[in-house]
């Protein structure tokens, strides 16, 4: 007797309806999974998760109302084993890191192949992880890299959207020199050569958002 295929649950969250469209598709064809429910935004990602309980979660990072890693972490919040997929067109170490960190089980990028995204859908389902190769090659580069901290963050945000350095030191209330000391930490960390390389090898890798 042919013993049944237990199919993967699955639910979509992303804020492109045609993203959305593409993948369902994927997933209604692949014979083993079933797609149970839809969101177009991280606030309605949390509320189907509750309504679906599926098996496996497919977030996108970029979401409007709640982006995808506070979407993850209330989810991972009302269930510690919920098994969640990232599949983002963003790359880098550090993105990565913080959405594993938050509860993802797999980061994938949207340029994956089908087969590497149902495949992914299948090892979370089994508790099993996976990373897209470039992202894997970005942590494996970056291992043991100090990660920034906040502060320097917060100096990196002003500087990325043009303030110059007094101007920071009074948005966030703090003398010039500690901005400067802040700024040129960050710089060592990211192996940057000014504030502009910088601010863009914190966005490269995942730092900062585009």
Do not use: W
Request: aromatic content about 2%.
């Amino acid at each position: 007797m042919k013993k049944d295929v237990v199919r993967i649950r699955v639910l979509l969250a992303d804020d492109h309806p045609v993203m959305r469209d593409g993948l369902r598709a994927a997933i209604e064809s692949a014979g083993d999974m079933d797609v149970v429910g839809e969101a177009g935004d991280g606030v309605e990602a949390v509320a189907r998760f509750q309504q679906c309980q599926p098996d496996v979660s497919v977030l996108d990072i970029q979401m409007p109302l709640l982006d995808g890693l506070q979407a993850i972490a209330q989810i991972r919040a009302l269930d510690a084993a919920a098994r969640i997929v990232v599949l983002t067109t963003y790359p880098g170490d550090a993105r990565a890191k913080k959405a594993l960190a938050s509860g993802a089980i797999a980061y994938l990028l949207k340029s994956s192949t089908r087969e590497e995204i149902l495949n992914a859908i299948r090892a979370a389902a089994q508790g099993r992880g996976m990373l897209s190769a470039e992202v894997a090659s970005d942590v494996a580069l970056h291992a043991g890299a100090d990660m920034l901290t906040g502060r320097e963050l917060a100096v990196l945000q002003l500087v990325a959207t043009g303030h110059s350095n007094k101007e920071i030191a009074e948005k966030l209330t703090v003398a010039d020199d500690t901005v400067k000391a802040r700024l040129q930490s960050a710089m060592v960390k990211l192996g940057a050569s000014d504030r502009a390389h910088a601010v863009t090898l914190a966005v490269k890798r995942g730092f900062l958002d585009r």
